[in-house]
């Protein structure tokens, strides 16, 4: 089984502002009269997955739990669609950690596919599945540069 994860900043679509985490964990930053410029690789990709049909599809952002529904709502406009939603909770900014639970709930994961513009968070996904070497990672790179 596939695990898909999507990053929602700068991986699905480009800020139409600098990143700030004091700005960027409140709904106004995900307001649908900001100019998010949707990235079509990574839509492409997504309809991909979707019609594969052979994993869960997750959005894995360090947006924080209180800006669910208005994210939720943006990415439903972009045509996104996810089965949940792993999001920021109780400070913990780390995805690899946030990637343990997500395994722990999908025994039968063989592959993780994961898209993000981060090294750093890529690394946290590298470092959490050293623990899981029967898990094969797929990175897409987003690069807006």
């Given at each position: 089984m596939v695990i898909y994860l999507f990053d929602f900043d700068n991986t699905i679509v480009k800020l139409p502002y600098k990143e700030s985490i004091n700005y960027m964990d409140t709904d106004e930053s995900l307001s649908p009269s900001l100019d998010f410029n949707l990235i079509q690789s990574t839509l492409s990709d997504y309809k991909q997955a979707v019609n594969n049909n052979d994993g869960p599809i997750f959005l894995l952002s360090n947006r924080v739990v209180g800006v669910k529904k208005a994210l939720k709502s943006i990415l439903k406009t972009f045509g996104y669609v996810f089965e949940?939603?792993?999001?920021?909770?109780?400070?913990?900014?780390?995805?690899?950690?946030?990637?343990?639970?997500?395994?722990?709930?999908?025994?039968?994961?063989?592959?993780?596919?994961?898209?993000?513009?981060?090294?750093?968070?890529?690394?946290?996904?590298?470092?959490?599945?050293?623990?899981?070497?029967?898990?094969?990672?797929?990175?897409?790179?987003?690069?807006?540069?």
């Open positions: 949940d939603f792993f999001l920021i909770e109780d400070e913990d900014r780390s995805k690899g950690n946030r990637l343990n639970k997500i395994l722990s709930n999908y025994p039968n994961c063989t592959t993780v596919r994961y898209w993000e513009d981060k090294d750093k968070h890529i690394t946290s996904i590298k470092e959490e599945l050293k623990k899981h070497p029967n898990i094969q990672l797929e990175v897409v790179k987003t690069d807006l540069f």
